[in-house]
């Protein structure tokens, strides 16, 4: 693991520092959302539109009935109230992508920059950003999707054999410097292809697991060593993996070209996987990612197969979970 110091900016919230939750050592992912009443949530809507030309790819949702979203276009962040389907951007973007998202228990989203190879915290409330990260210096790069887990966040890069690491405090904050933590073992890169993608954790906490969209294979990652090892599907293949969601020990794994979210049952250690359901819906218009809240799964439509306009539509959908 080798520490990066020079090409960060941190700007960290006053805020930051009065927090006092203390944080464990195990890797567990954030908090799921809370359960709602399936007679209340039957009067949420199961499809809302997202602004024409957006271009959304992440989603998170945290504890209440507000669902995130990220624009390919320029950055901009929307939240959503999954009572009403109503939105508004509350954070403008930097101009370049927003893709991969994830929010913490203190109501702080990571956002994975893409192609511009950086991320960076926005405040879930205000939309002030926190705290930014330049993580690749180069052009080939791609930071596509994160995971916050009780004292770290990590973020993927489609293009490179590494995850970028924020160490988080005893208190959460946030750091001014970065690791970079070699991807080995059983993972190999692919140049000039979309390679590492969704993150998450494994039901016991104590790994990471990360989906490579080109080979459809996912792996067992040692959040320390960066050593990651091929988790057995039982002879499936994920081809077009994406988003990743951990619910238990049930493992949702989006494939977005092919219109399909994956339902796996892992063991504890995330070392192996058998195939529970396949599950689609005539929505789906290439969904990239997912999120729970109460019995249904939501996902954004990133219509990759359609010319983006600015006047082109996107919406969200939401399906029961099985």
Do not use: C, W
């Not at 009935?65 to 009572?83: I, N």
């Not at 330049?134 to 054999?161: E, G, H, L, M, P």
């Not at 990471?208 to 459809?216: I, R």
Request: proline share 7%; no cysteine.
């Amino acid at each position: 693991m080798t520490r990066t110091p020079g090409a960060v900016t941190a700007l960290v919230a006053a805020l930051t520092a009065t927090l006092t939750a203390t944080l464990a050592a195990p890797l567990i992912a954030a908090p799921a959302a809370h359960a709602t009443s399936s007679h209340h949530q039957r009067a949420f809507p199961a499809e809302f539109p997202l602004p024409d030309g957006f271009l959304p790819e992440g989603i998170t949702i945290g504890d209440r009935p507000t669902a995130y979203f990220g624009s390919r276009a320029d950055g901009d962040l929307y939240r959503v109230d999954l009572r009403t389907g109503r939105g508004e951007v509350f954070s403008q973007g930097p101009g370049t992508a927003s893709v991969g998202l994830k929010i913490d228990r203190r109501a702080r989203l990571f956002v994975a920059g893409g192609a511009a190879g950086d991320g960076r915290v926005v405040d879930a409330r205000s939309g002030a950003v926190l705290a930014s990260y330049r993580f690749a210096q180069d052009a080939d790069t791609f930071v596509n999707d994160v995971v916050v887990t009780r004292d770290a966040a990590y973020f993927t890069d489609s293009r490179k054999a590494l995850l970028y690491r924020l160490p988080l405090g005893r208190a959460g904050e946030l750091p001014s410097e970065f690791d970079v933590v070699p991807l080995t073992g059983d993972f190999s890169l692919t140049p000039g292809v979309n390679n590492a993608n969704g993150i998450t954790t494994t039901p016991d906490g104590r790994a990471l697991l990360v989906v490579q969209s080109n080979t459809g294979k996912l792996f067992r990652v040692n959040p320390d060593t960066g050593l990651a090892r091929e988790v057995d599907l039982g002879g499936e293949v994920l081809t077009n993996g994406d988003g990743l969601l951990l619910d238990g020990r049930s493992l949702y794994v989006v494939q977005n070209r092919l219109n399909t979210v994956a339902l796996f049952s892992l063991d504890r250690a995330g070392t192996a996987a058998s195939l529970v359901t396949r599950l689609t819906d005539p929505r789906f218009d290439v969904p990239t990612t997912i999120a729970r809240f109460g019995s249904r799964l939501y996902l954004p439509n990133a219509r990759f197969t359609t010319e983006p306009t600015p006047s082109t539509p996107y919406n969200a959908v939401a399906i029961v979970k099985p």
